[in-house]
Antibody, heavy 116, light 108 residues
């Protein structure tokens, strides 16, 4: 079945780095745009980034621009989010999602906590 | 930048009742590119409605979406116990893509 599984979350100090991964299965990964969305504790949804099927088109929210880098490896059916210069306000559950105009398939999320 | 405002913030209803959730955009949403998602505690969001009124795969027909331009509505005709959750609208017609702040549907 169609599935997305995130990994790589954890506790990191302010200024630190973390790399999230999302493993896709059950569909032709290389046909789809993919995205990262996050949700801070008790808050709503925030679109972080998306990447086109080939990787040639990328979008970042202003809140992460210059600090986060999205990438993908179509041969490995995997999506990544490299997060640098992390701040307390980056603390959230990070979801990867398949993007076909809308976010039609979501992973279960991975938790990132930025704290000293 | 299109800002989405959902109302009410919290809606208290009983199973069997009809729920009406509103999503208002600060500018017209092109081509009715408006989606609705449901999120239950501890779970990822789930796509319910896209294109303002089309149900996603596997979504029961008690869920319906309507509207155009700047005013959109999600209606749940008869609430089931599993429908109590937070609902988000999202516009995808123009960049940047934003979500509304959510409406919590709670059991009365």
């Amino acid at each position: 079945q169609v599935q997305l599984v995130e990994s790589g979350g954890g506790l990191v100090k302010p200024g630190g780095s973390l790399r999230l991964s999302c493993a896709a299965s059950g569909f032709t990964f290389s046909d789809y745009y993919m995205s990262w969305i996050r949700q801070a504790p008790g808050k709503g949804l925030e679109w972080v980034s998306y990447i086109s099927s080939s990787g040639s088109t990328i979008y970042y929210a202003d809140s992460v621009k210059g600090r986060f880098t999205i990438s993908r490896d179509n041969a490995k059916n995997s999506l990544y989010l490299q997060m640098n210069s992390l701040r307390a306000e980056d603390t959230a559950v990070y979801y990867c999602a398949r993007l076909w105009l809308v976010l039609d398939v979501w992973g279960q999320g991975t938790t990132v906590t930025v704290s000293s | 930048e299109i800002v989405l405002t959902q109302s009410p913030g919290t809606l208290s209803l009983s199973p069997g009742e009809r729920a009406t959730l509103s999503c208002r955009a600060s500018q017209s949403v092109s081509s009715s590119y408006l989606a609705w998602y449901q999120q239950k505690p501890g779970q990822a969001p789930r796509l319910l409605i896209y294109g303002a009124s089309s149900r996603a795969t596997g979504i029961p027909d008690r869920f319906s979406g309507s509207g155009s331009g700047t005013d959109f509505t999600l209606t749940i005709s008869r609430l089931e116990p599993e429908d109590f959750a937070v609902y988000y609208c999202q516009q995808y017609g123009s960049s940047p893509v934003h979500f509304g702040q959510g409406t919590k549907l709670e059991i009365k």
